[in-house]
């Protein structure tokens, strides 16, 4: 039956099942993003359609790491010097060039390390940006379902998919489609891959985190900017990173 007590049902299990089976991945892909932090390094996220409720998950927010630096289409407007047309189209995503003119934007230092956020992990854009960053010699870390991947042809002009190209990948969890309750006749409701990449944005984030303890060392966090004191701890944090975090001077 599709309800909301039915989505919840059936969703439980996909979480239970991701933080069983991917808690080695994560602990790998932590070691990258603590490693890249300690060397002065930022962590460059992208994600593209849906997929950047995942950048905004890991960039900016109370309780999260200050050194994030979140990649998005809109940079090419925001920050870059495409016409704001260019946004309408529905398959921008889709053009690899794309990928070069956020890397630019960004102007990456060698020591950052990236985090690209796909379901499909197919789009020329968000393969292009895995070859520049592994190219360039970036850490690579990949979020994406690997049922989906598997099902789907590349429509990058290397034939390449984002799971090949990770040093580490993240599974979302989520079922060919993304949608996790069938519906009569053919087809499916009720997405499931934020939910996920949501959860394992926080999982990350604690593990990247319990390194820092461990080397005896403290993470750059944020502080909720609508608490006493927020801004100006928050402040003093990005201050180390001026110039680099795109809501920074």
């Given at each position: 039956m599709?309800?909301?007590?039915?989505?919840?049902?059936a969703v439980?299990?996909?979480?239970?099942r991701?933080?069983?089976?991917?808690?080695?991945?994560?602990?790998r892909?932590a070691?990258?993003?603590?490693?890249?932090?300690?060397?002065?390094?930022v962590?460059?996220?992208f994600?593209?359609?849906?997929?950047?409720?995942?950048?905004?998950?890991?960039?900016?927010?109370?309780?999260?790491?200050?050194?994030?630096?979140r990649?998005?289409?809109?940079?090419l407007?925001?920050h870059?010097d495409?016409?704001?047309g260019?946004?309408?189209d529905p398959?921008?995503e889709?053009?690899?060039?794309?990928?070069?003119?956020?890397?630019?934007i960004a102007?990456?230092?060698?020591q950052d390390?990236?985090?690209?956020?796909?379901?499909?992990?197919?789009?020329?854009?968000?393969?292009?940006?895995?070859?520049?960053?592994?190219?360039?010699?970036?850490?690579l870390?990949?979020?994406t379902?690997?049922?989906?991947?598997?099902r789907?042809?590349?429509?990058?002009?290397?034939?390449r998919?984002?799971?090949?190209?990770?040093?580490?990948?993240?599974?979302?969890?989520a079922?060919?489609?993304?949608?996790?309750?069938?519906?009569?006749?053919?087809?499916?409701?009720c997405?499931?891959s934020?939910?996920?990449?949501?959860?394992l944005?926080?999982?990350?984030?604690a593990?990247?985190?319990r390194?820092f303890?461990?080397?005896?060392?403290?993470p750059p966090?944020?502080?909720?900017a609508?608490?006493?004191g927020?801004d100006?701890?928050?402040?003093?944090l990005e201050?180390?990173?001026?110039?680099?975090l795109?809501?920074?001077a």
């Open positions: 599709i309800s909301a007590q039915g989505y919840a049902k439980r299990p996909v979480l239970d991701l933080v069983d089976r991917e808690s080695e991945a994560l602990g892909a070691d990258l993003i603590a490693a890249s932090l300690r060397d002065g390094g962590l460059q996220a994600g593209a359609g849906h997929s950047e409720a995942f950048a905004a998950e890991l960039v900016a927010r109370a309780g999260g790491l200050v050194p994030t630096n990649l998005s289409l809109h940079d407007v925001l870059g495409a016409p704001r260019v946004l309408a398959k921008l889709r053009d690899p060039a794309v990928a070069h003119q956020l890397y630019a102007a990456p230092q060698p390390v990236f985090v690209v956020a796909s379901q499909s992990g197919i789009n020329g854009s968000v393969v292009e940006l895995a070859l520049l960053a592994t190219r360039r010699g970036h850490p870390i990949a979020v379902s690997v049922e989906h991947t598997g789907v042809a590349p429509r990058h002009p290397s034939g998919r984002l799971v090949e190209l990770a040093d580490v990948v993240l599974d979302n969890g079922p060919y489609g993304d949608a996790l309750l069938p519906l009569e006749g053919g087809g499916a409701v997405a499931v934020s939910v996920t990449s949501a959860l944005a926080q999982l990350l984030t593990e990247v985190v390194r303890h461990q080397a005896g060392e403290a966090i944020y502080l909720s609508n608490v006493p927020g100006e701890h928050n402040l003093a201050s180390r990173y001026a110039g680099r795109r809501r920074t």
